[in-house]
């Protein structure tokens, strides 16, 4: 198993971007200079996260970023994507914090310097404690300090991000972490779900008109997840419920940013809790993007259930990954040609995609050929989307390093790199030398056509 494209596959023009993701919590560790935040808090809940664990040390990312930024320009990538810890930025009177600015800016010099693009993700999930206890995306001043945040540290990084999103995963951000409690800040209630889900994307539309004005050069958009939803069966029943869910968990987001509407279910189900929609939100939060970034994993099937809008099949039937998640490619072509058809899109991104395996270190190897299997189905999976219409600038692999998984801790591994986390010491695993070998083959039949 090695990760092949065939020669003529347009990924692998050289315009095609191929980048490695990460985000900040969930690698950076190095919390004794920064203020704290929802996720610091989040872990100390009992039972809060499977393994107990905290985001204090993590890869510690921050003492050893110099020799992660070595490893990721050993794999040859045209970009980095990374995520600004606002709480590593500002303190709690909205003033920037000069010491982590400038941590931010030597990575950004280091990655211009070596040709490497970064994208930079503005929120990936860690938002300032002093803002949560104030309400955190249940309140709608929260969408103003994003937008000074935005403002200040846009102007800090001057001319040097090749492209901004907003945010990464609204949804999750408002979903797991507001309706369904199981990410910070652990509430729940579909009300407050659709509430937080509604700042976040005023804040993106806030966000996106400071980034014309500061970042004028940039590609600037937003990061969205999607699990494309399909019917357990062929009855009409079953078709409703898929449909109702893909509504509900996916259109939520997607449709007010590219067509400046919410779904019917969304403002009707349940009675309610509708998003708190105000004069002019909808026209800030649909602002023209110059691209949008989707990330991708599995899917899900549903099936309808008495009493219920619809309800997830809970026995999977294809392979699945460490995460319970169904190895599914072809749910990511059919996602992508559904989304062209639905809407008229900007230039896609592939931000995120990947799986955790249960990688073992052996005499010094981790031998996941299940991963680069997974990342050869799903590049495919990204050709074929491309065959058939789709604009598909780049593809980035999920993630660099093992990390902090959220909810799951540490005991979930998604890295190419393999993380030991008692010596912190970082081994390429075989997908990530596929994923290498793929780009090194890649420079040099460039090499030889310019040549030609
Ligand atoms: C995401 C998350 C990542 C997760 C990954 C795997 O954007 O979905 O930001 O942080 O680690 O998705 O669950």
Same mark, same amino acid.
């Given at each position: ?8 596959? =347009? ?111 503005? %929120?990936?999930?860690?938002?300032? @404690? ?31 991000? %090749? ?21 910070? =800040? ?14 976040? #994307?005023?804040?993106? +539309? ?9 970042? =004028? ?13 399909? =019917? ?18 996916? &259109?939520? #987001? ?5 067509? +400046? ?40 099937? %549903? ?45 896609? %991104? ?13 005499? +010094? ?14 590049? @495919? ?6 065959? @058939? ?25 998604? +890295? ?19 994923? &290498? ?16």
């Amino acid at each position: 198993m090695s990760i092949r494209l065939h020669a003529h596959s =347009p990924l692998l023009n050289e315009a095609f971007c191929f980048g490695v993701a990460t985000a900040s919590f969930q690698i950076e560790g190095g919390i004794e200079h920064r203020e704290p935040c929802n996720w610091d808090v989040f872990c100390q809940q009992p039972g809060a996260i499977a393994d107990q664990s905290d985001g204090a040390v993590a890869c510690d990312h921050f003492h050893r970023w110099k020799e992660d930024f070595a490893l990721i320009k050993s794999l040859g990538v045209d970009a980095y994507r990374m995520s600004i810890s606002w709480p590593r930025v500002m303190d709690a009177n909205g003033q920037l914090k000069q010491e982590g600015v400038n941590y931010y800016i030597e990575q950004l010099d280091w990655l211009n310097a070596n040709n490497i693009k970064p994208f930079i993700t503005l %929120y990936h999930w860690d938002l300032p @404690q002093h803002i949560e206890e104030n309400g955190g995306w249940l309140n709608r001043e929260t969408a103003y300090l994003y937008e000074q945040y935005v403002d200040a540290i846009t102007q800090a990084f001057g001319d040097r991000v %090749y492209s901004y999103a907003t945010f990464n995963e609204p949804f999750c951000s408002a979903y797991l972490g507001y309706e369904l409690g199981i990410h910070a =800040p652990g509430i729940t209630g579909t009300k407050n779900g659709r509430t937080a889900g509604h700042h976040l #994307l005023l804040a993106h +539309g806030l966000g996106m008109a400071v980034l014309r004005k500061n970042a =004028p050069n940039a590609l600037c958009g937003i990061v969205l997840n999607i699990t494309p939803t399909y =019917p357990a069966s062929d009855s009409a029943e079953d078709i409703a419920a898929a449909k109702m869910a893909d509504q509900i968990l996916n &259109q939520w #987001l997607f449709q007010p940013v590219l067509a +400046g509407s919410y779904p019917e279910a969304v403002l009707t189900e349940p009675e309610g809790a509708a998003p708190p929609v105000e004069e002019g939100d909808l026209a800030l939060i649909s602002t023209p993007i110059d691209f949008l970034g989707i990330n991708y994993y599995t899917r899900e099937v %549903y099936q309808s259930a008495e009493g219920e809008l619809y309800q997830a099949v809970p026995e999977k039937t294809l392979p699945l990954t460490d995460m319970g998640w169904e190895v599914f490619p072809q749910g990511l072509t059919d996602v992508l040609v559904d989304l062209h058809q639905r809407y008229t899109l900007p230039p896609l %991104y592939i931000t995120e995609n990947g799986a955790a395996m249960p990688d073992t270190l052996q005499n +010094g190897e981790v031998m996941d050929t299940d991963r680069a299997e997974y990342i050869q189905t799903h590049l @495919q999976a990204v050709e074929n989307a491309m065959q @058939q219409g789709v604009d598909i600038r780049g593809y980035f692999a999920w993630s660099l390093l093992d990390n902090f998984e959220w909810a799951e801790g540490y005991v979930k591994r998604f +890295g190419i790199v393999y993380v030991d986390y008692q010596t912190q010491q970082r081994t390429l695993k075989y997908s990530g030398r596929c994923y &290498q070998a793929l780009l090194t083959e890649r420079r040099q039949s460039e090499r030889q056509e310019q040549r030609a």
